[in-house]
């Protein structure tokens, strides 16, 4: 069995997030999503228009986040793994 790479997330005990935080969040699960709607729309889980859809929502979400004045100057979001080709 491979070895998987483990990640660590500092948990809060807080409402009170960052906008950093949100966008880190947000770019992850788009990065997730993208790994999994394409065989999701081939089981026949999801249309291919949905996954499109889905998919956009995040992207606007997150450019909303980086547009956002409270964001740092260059900020850029990251994954724990490289995202893939877009399926959307």
């Keep these: 069995m491979p070895?998987?790479?483990?990640?660590?997330?500092?948990?809060?005990?807080?409402?009170?997030?960052e906008i950093t935080e949100a966008a880190n969040e947000v770019y992850r699960e788009l990065c997730v999503r993208r790994r999994i709607y394409g065989r999701w729309?081939?089981?026949?889980?999801?249309?291919?228009?949905?996954?499109i859809d889905r998919g956009q929502r995040l992207e606007a979400a997150l450019e909303y986040l980086l547009s956002h004045p409270d964001m740092p100057?260059?900020?850029?979001?990251?994954?724990?793994?490289?995202?893939?080709a877009s399926p959307f």
Excluded: L, N
Aim: zero cysteines; a negative charge.
């Design 73 to 84: 100057e260059g900020f850029q979001p990251q994954d724990e793994k490289p995202v893939v």
């Design 41 to 51: 729309v081939q089981d026949g889980k999801m249309t291919r228009q949905e996954a």
């Design 3 to 17: 070895e998987t790479a483990q990640v660590t997330y500092q948990v809060i005990d807080s409402p009170k997030r």
